[in-house]
């Protein structure tokens, strides 16, 4: 996998809820999601821990924020059956 690619993540919170994110490190974005690094956004913080579900890789960030932003728009089913291809 080329080191210049961005990941687009979708991530199961503690209390059940999901996140959509992207990241240029999806090991090191996960570790701050966890608390394990710092830097990890206020939302999964009081929900740790935290699990991948599903990740994609873009080629760029523009590639990676608008497929974020698509995932965002879905519903909850949505982005679980996502999670399950």
């Not at 990941?7 to 090991?27: E, F, M, N, P, W």
């Not at 974005?29 to 009081?46: F, I, M, S």
């Given at each position: ?46 929900r740790r821990p935290v699990s991948l579900l599903w990740s994609c ?29």
């Amino acid at each position: 996998m080329a080191e210049d690619c961005w990941h687009v993540y979708l991530l199961r919170c503690s209390d059940g809820t999901l996140y959509t994110g992207i990241a240029k490190d999806l090991q090191r974005r996960l570790r701050q999601h966890n608390g394990e690094l710092a830097g990890g956004p206020k939302y999964t913080r009081g929900r740790r821990p935290v699990s991948l579900l599903w990740s994609c890789t873009a080629e760029d960030r523009s590639a990676a924020s608008r497929r974020e932003a698509a995932i965002k728009r879905l519903d909850r089913g949505e982005k679980l059956a996502l999670a399950e291809r």
